[in-house]
């Protein structure tokens, strides 16, 4: 794989990490909002899709984890 590939790789996963940043960051709110009694139906639906896109998420960063460490060594 080309240096720009490499390049792309990389970029994608900073932008992944951001955005699961921003999805933890909501997970969060939402879990202090249940934890405090402001659970509502929507509350708890949104953190099951947060959390979902979440664990999705994290998969592809593991993914282009390991494809870059792959290439790093090739």
């Known amino acids: ?3 720009a590939a490499i390049d792309e790789l990389q970029k994608e996963l900073a932008r992944l990490e951001v955005e699961e940043a921003r999805l933890s960051a909501e997970r969060d709110r939402l879990h202090r909002q249940i934890d405090f009694g402001f659970e ?7 953190e099951r ?17 390991k494809q870059l460490r792959t290439q790093q060594i090739a």
Request: hydrophobic fraction near 35%; glycine fraction near 0%.
């Open 1 to 3: 794989m080309d240096e």
């Open 49 to 65: 899709q947060v959390s979902d896109e979440r664990r999705l998420l994290h998969e592809r960063i593991d993914a282009l984890k």
């Open 40 to 46: 509502t139906a929507a509350t708890r639906e949104r």
